[in-house]
């Protein structure tokens, strides 16, 4: 009883600790951007609040849709460069092929012609590296209307560069917003789900999302794939080879689906359900999982030796696999949850 209390205690003393960091992560992007809760929702869903709702002393009173909207835009034009940089607030992504020997960035955003509106974009190039970068701040206004912006990027047919970094501050990243010719590709999301698809081999692909889900789908063969995800749900399915790859899950079910060789992976979470299926070799597979079951099916790993351990919850494992009483090649813990280790 005593083993069992001091479990539990550890386990609520890290489930409270997970839940103030997820929300200091909102409160601190809410803070930093100078919105209130009303306006952070508002520009974030582009959904309308009801004129008829009473919010003053608590939100301002001051719509957007009382004043003009206005219209900004920007274009330049820059050499080919190996490194791509964006970082934008609301703004919609799009890279557009086209016959070209140069790249050119163009800059569109509507807005309430109020001062307490402030929108602030650049785009310049240097060190090899073009820099795309576009900033939001909104005070003492609710945002009572969609207001469109946009970041279109046209490059070469084909064209390969050599490391693409694109932050989102607090819209959903699908696969027309990026572009996958590149031998690294970063993706931060900091509001906001992920649900893309790499058609394209990598060298190099991090994936980040601090409030939302990663839904990614992997045609093309990877070298070094790393997840991160502070919280949300985690689906992976790798159709192509992947040497190695990495799942951090703070709070959030992690789901693996690989349909090839895998050299190692490691999948951590601290509260959530993982699952997995492997339906060809992988010569490495360590899973902890905090609080949460385990669930993992395997088609070619029939002999495979594993190492499994667990406070509490129950341990299957099907009868084709060897269970070793020391750390192997494959290890799979939890703290709080059940175990379940079967051939597909």
């Given at each position: 009883?005593?083993?069992?209390?001091?479990?539990?205690?550890?386990?609520?003393?890290?489930?409270?600790?997970?839940?103030?960091?997820?929300?200091?992560?909102?409160?601190?992007?809410?803070?930093?951007?100078?919105?209130?809760?009303?306006?952070?929702?508002?520009?974030?869903?582009?959904?309308?609040?009801?004129?008829?709702?009473?919010?003053?002393?608590?939100?301002?009173?001051?719509?957007?849709?009382?004043?003009?909207?206005?219209?900004?835009?920007?274009?330049?034009?820059?050499?080919?460069?190996?490194?791509?940089?964006?970082?934008?607030?609301?703004?919609?992504?799009?890279?557009?092929?086209?016959?070209?020997?140069?790249?050119?960035?163009?800059?569109?955003?509507?807005?309430?012609?109020?001062?307490?509106?402030?929108?602030?974009?650049?785009?310049?190039?240097?060190?090899?590296?073009?820099?795309?970068?576009?900033?939001?701040?909104?005070?003492?206004?609710?945002?009572?209307?969609?207001?469109?912006?946009?970041?279109?990027?046209?490059?070469?047919?084909?064209?390969?560069?050599?490391?693409?970094?694109?932050?989102?501050a607090a819209t959903k990243i699908e696969s027309d917003n990026i572009y996958t010719r590149t031998k690294e590709l970063n993706i931060t999301a900091s509001l906001g789900d992920i649900d893309i698809n790499i058609d394209n081999p990598l060298e190099i692909l991090n994936v980040q999302c601090s409030m939302g889900s990663i839904d990614l789908n992997v045609e093309a063969d990877i070298d070094t794939l790393n997840i991160e995800c502070s919280l949300g749900?985690?689906?992976?399915?790798?159709?192509?080879?992947?040497?190695?790859?990495?799942?951090?899950?703070?709070?959030?079910?992690?789901?693996?689906?690989?349909?090839?060789?895998?050299?190692?992976?490691?999948?951590?979470?601290?509260?959530?359900?993982?699952?997995?299926?492997?339906?060809?070799?992988?010569?490495?597979?360590?899973?902890?999982?905090?609080?949460?079951?385990?669930?993992?099916?395997?088609?070619?790993?029939?002999?495979?030796?594993?190492?499994?351990?667990?406070?509490?919850?129950?341990?299957?494992?099907?009868?084709?696999?060897?269970?070793?009483?020391?750390?192997?090649?494959?290890?799979?813990?939890?703290?709080?949850?059940?175990?379940?280790?079967?051939?597909?």
């Open positions: 009883m005593k083993s069992f209390n001091r479990t539990m205690g550890i386990v609520a003393g890290i489930f409270f600790i997970l839940v103030v960091g997820s929300v200091s992560i909102g409160a601190s992007y809410i803070k930093s951007n100078k919105l209130d809760s009303l306006e952070f929702w508002n520009e974030t869903t582009n959904l309308d609040y009801s004129d008829d709702w009473d919010f003053d002393g608590i939100f301002s009173n001051k719509k957007s849709s009382e004043y003009d909207t206005k219209e900004i835009s920007d274009t330049k034009t820059f050499s080919l460069q190996p490194e791509l940089y964006v970082s934008s607030s609301f703004e919609e992504i799009t890279f557009i092929e086209e016959n070209r020997d140069d790249i050119q960035v163009d800059y569109y955003r509507e807005y309430p012609d109020v001062d307490s509106y402030r929108i602030s974009y650049d785009a310049s190039e240097s060190n090899n590296r073009i820099t795309i970068t576009s900033t939001l701040s909104v005070r003492d206004i609710a945002v009572n209307k969609p207001y469109q912006g946009n970041i279109e990027i046209h490059i070469p047919v084909n064209y390969q560069f050599e490391q693409i970094t694109l932050e989102s749900k985690v689906d992976l399915n790798l159709e192509g080879e992947i040497v190695i790859f990495s799942i951090q899950n703070d709070i959030g079910d992690t789901n693996v689906e690989a349909e090839k060789p895998i050299d190692e992976g490691n999948i951590n979470s601290n509260l959530g359900d993982v699952t997995g299926s492997f339906r060809d070799n992988i010569s490495t597979l360590f899973v902890e999982c905090s609080m949460g079951n385990i669930d993992m099916s395997f088609q070619d790993n029939k002999n495979m030796l594993v190492y499994i351990d667990t406070d509490l919850g129950d341990v299957s494992v099907d009868e084709a696999f060897n269970i070793s009483e020391e750390p192997s090649n494959f290890i799979f813990t939890s703290s709080l949850g059940n175990i379940n280790i079967e051939e597909d």
